[in-house]
């Protein structure tokens, strides 16, 4: 635990998570979700703008996304819990008020383990409650614009006990929360896009001393800012109480200035609204029977948790490593997330490597070349090699067909310009087989062919081989360069060596 | 065809309503209604209901030239059978009043003699008014404590709060969601029973709209109850078993001219052979500050919408129009300016109740009590309440218990209306605060418990010694069923209706 003090204070951190809800229409009415990228006030119905007479009607696919949510983080569902009006007068609030879970949420009582860290978090609870709409301020031509594509969007907003203890452990808790509602279907969890954003409580005191008061930075867009919004508290925090000993710190809400990287004060905590919070009269109580709970139960798909331990179980003897496998659920994590807790129809990395592996190929290869594909520049898809593909590809690879080289060059073009010809006709066409299967060759015939480039080389390249005979051996592999090129980097590149290296003595 | 007829006559409806104010906009299309069993069937339609085609202003200001982009599911269902809708009567703003005097309209006149120029009665004053004056065979109201009644009482009408969560309330403007009711106004209970009957439909729009199955089998408990009871002689009453709640009657008002009229129907009824018995709902005397507090903090939430951005009035703080930071001041020019006085009251003092602070004494305490009036109906009721969480456990028959109760609907005749003052708004007039009192207590607990009241309008008693002289004006009978029993409830009205036609 010592470890874990800063200058002998102890951080307590608590996190309450924002999280937009994958769903294709809103939570409580009919009109579609949107991206940033739609035309603004273009996803809405009359509900949404609080028109008179419009009243809400709840979306059973938000509430069972919701489920999956509080199932993955371990909540005790409650049989019974309420809506309640959140009052407030905004402009990105066209009702005058939220519909949110003030004084019955859904789901409480939680647990969850990230990955990285050793101790388990509390979930305090999670409430299920609207989206804003959003107000565009323009400073210049002094307007406010109001955009009601987001207006009613389904929200879970997940609070943790203040169970974290370090800047890290905080972005290291985002972002295994995130990966786990991605892996859950529960949200896409773009931060950038806005779809996660977190509101963090951080406060201070010497270790055996209760808390500390703390204070509320809201609305973090970015793990980044996360952690720098927490550094700034501590040491703000620590220089009020370490300069004067009877100095407090004060109970504020706060806001992180991600310009000069640092908090400022948004309201004391006597200026706190009182949001006049009432039950919602026409929203009555929600009922999840137990029934209804299993049965979302039995649909989720699997936690990365148990995927990790999965993966490690059935690969490792096989020499796949923790390593490798975070390497493959960091692909999993960039697929598109489908609507509604759909399955999706597009493999993510994980499947798509354990298809391939299910024909016999070795993981260890499989996962390397899955590998590859992300120093390629392109994000991970199983769209644009399929399952079939890319095990012709792995098979060339592990036949020795090919060359490293020459197999690079292959998956470049196979990613570059999807096809659906047969990838050792493609290979064939780019002249990146060896001629004959290793096996076949006799090592004369091979040793010939190297030979002969080699000869090449050495006509080529008249002032490198001088540089070599003169003593400098790293000129070497620029001669060796010359020829994979010439070859296409069919010709092993240590049998070129060993033979230029004979014909120079 | 009829409606061309209408149509044609807007101008002669127009010329009627002068003196009265019942309507603030007729419907002068020529739109061509379809073919159905309510054709022929001039329907005027209370103004805090949505209508796409006519304005939608609840008689604020704040809503003065707004449309809605949608039609109320009753007004659908209403139009689709055929009815036609002949324009929007006038109430008081946001339902919040019970003279409509509290209109941007300006105030209803009684039509029972413009001269006198008495209140319709109110929130749904128009309608009253509307059906009252001969404009049209039907008017649809909203009643959250009374508001159907009072008005029909007051304009010697008939009118029906149905049961709540019965009539879809979607496109209803909403003062207070767990109170507001759509409702019927008629000249006659079987205009009355054959609208509701239209308009008595699930609403899957309407989220405390109540499952067919539900409403079915609160209808059948009710209907087979009083059916078992009865001879198949209809004359007869025998088996008809009638509730008179005595906190309703305090001796203070045993001289009023109403309640000896009250008591006459009572009388015969008895002599037809129904059971009269004195029932008790004992927390009656706490229903009024429970309502009162209920209601203004859901219309304090309720009408938070309106703050002039996305519709409806927009106030711009004076010379300060290119100032963005004034948008908290845009909404509190809108609103002082867009709601009228009562209005602003009821809204300030809903704040208050749900502050942080108050919450818990005043909201909180409120709900409890509105549990204490639900239960004191169901421990009157012979047949069980069908919503009860208490019904899932199954409870002993009862074997005593009434069918319907009965009480005035009002405890005074349509009283005059008030002179305007410098701000156009009416002076508060200064009233007997025991009628007051009593008046509210009269519609308030079956509004709070959403059971079915039914206000029929009577003769005045024949004078006696023991009477104060009555002014001839009309006065309504109140009868109060179980949830759900509103079939009931309009079947004995319909007997009452009778005896009166009879000349009792």
Known sequence: MSRLLVDGWQVVIGIETHVQLRSKQKLFSKAPTSLLSHSPNTRFHAFDAAFPGTLPRLNRKCLDLALRAALALGCTVNERSSFDRKHYFYSDQPAGYQITQHYSPFAVRGLFTPTKLGNSIRIKQIQLEQDTAKSITNPSKKSALIDLNRAGTGLLEIVTEPDLRTPEQAAEYVRSLQELLRAVGVSDGNMEMGSLRCDVNVSINRPGEPHGTRCEVKNLNSVKFIVAAIEYEISRQRRILENNSSAEVLQETRRFDHDVWKTYKMRSKEDAPDYRYMPDPNLGTLVFSQEHVDSVRRGMPSLPASTRSRLLQTYSSKGVTERDIEVLMNLDANREIPYDGAESSILGAVAYFEQLCSRNRDPKITQNVLGQLSALGKPFSSELISVDRMGEFIDLVVAKRMTRPSAKLLLKQMLSRPSNAPVNHLAAEMDLLDTDPPHHKTMSANDDLVRDICLRAIDALPSEIAAIRGGNQNVMNKVVGWIMRETRGKVDPNSAKTILNQLLR | ?504
């Open chain 2, 1 to 504: 065809m009829l409606l061309r007829r209408f149509a044609s006559n807007v101008s002669a409806l127009r010329a009627k309503d002068v003196s009265i104010n019942a309507f603030v906009a007729f419907n002068d299309s020529e739109s061509v209604s379809s073919n159905g069993p309510l054709n022929g069937c001039t329907i005027a339609v209370k103004d805090n209901i949505c209508t796409s085609h006519l304005p939608t202003t609840a008689s604020s200001a704040i809503l003065k030239d707004f449309h809605s982009p949608f039609d109320a599911t009753v007004v659908q269902i209403l139009t689709k059978n055929g009815a036609e809708i002949i324009g929007k009567t006038n109430c008081d703003e946001f339902g919040m009043g019970s003279l409509n005097i509290h209109s941007v309209h300006g105030p209803v006149v009684n039509p029972f003699n413009v001269e006198e120029r008495r209140a319709a009665g109110g929130s749904s004053g128009g309608s009253a008014a509307a059906v009252a004056a001969g404009l049209c065979h039907a008017a649809l109201g909203t009643d959250t404590g009374g508001s159907i009644r009072l008005p029909a009482s007051y304009c010697g009408v008939v009118g029906l709060k149905p049961s709540y969560g019965l009539v879809s309330r979607h496109g209803i403007i909403s003062y207070a969601d767990s109170l507001d009711t759509v409702g019927v106004l008629a000249k006659d209970v079987s205009t009355v029973e054959n609208v509701f009957g239209h308009i008595n439909k699930h609403d899957y729009r309407d989220p405390t709209s109540i499952d067919e199955r539900v409403r079915e089998r609160a209808r059948n408990l009710s209907l087979e109850q009083y059916e078992s009871n009865r001879h198949s002689n209809t004359q007869d009453l025998k088996g008809l078993r009638i509730g008179v709640p005595q906190e309703y009657f305090p001796s203070e008002l045993s001289s009023n001219p109403i309640i000896s009229s009250i008591r006459n129907i009572l009388s015969l009824l008895r002599s037809r052979g129904a059971t009269v018995l004195p029932v008790s709902l004992p927390s009656t005397k706490y229903a009024l500050s429970a309502y009162y507090v209920i209601a203004s903090a859901e219309g304090s939430s309720c009408l938070s919408r309106y703050d002039g951005i996305e519709y409806g009035l927009r106030v711009k703080p004076p010379g300060e129009e290119n100032n963005i930071d004034t948008s908290a001041k845009i909404y509190a020019h809108t609103r002082s300016h867009g709601f009228g006085r009562e209005v602003r009251k009821r809204i300030l003092l809903g704040t208050y109740a749900l502050s942080a602070d108050a919450f818990d004494n005043y909201f909180l305490q409120a709900q409890r009590v509105r549990q204490m009036v639900r239960d004191d109906f169901d421990s009157v009721f012979f047949v069980s309440n069908i919503l009860a969480s208490s019904s899932t456990t199954p409870k002993s028959r009862k074997t005593d218990g009434v069918d319907v109760l009965i009480h005035p609907s009002a405890i005074r005749t349509a009283p005059r209306l008030p002179i305007a003052d410098d701000a156009g708004e009416p002076e508060s007039a200064s009233r007997d605060t025991l009628q007051d009192y009593v008046q509210d207590v009269l519609t308030v607990p079956a509004s709070l418990a959403g059971l079915p009241a039914l206000s029929v309008p009577v003769p005045q008693a024949v004078r006696n010694q023991n009477v104060e002289k009555g002014d001839g004006w009309p006065i309504g009978v109140s009868v109060v069923g179980q949830w759900g029993s509103d079939e009931l409830v309009l079947k004995v009205g319909r007997i009452i209706e009778e005896m009166e036609r009879n000349g009792l």
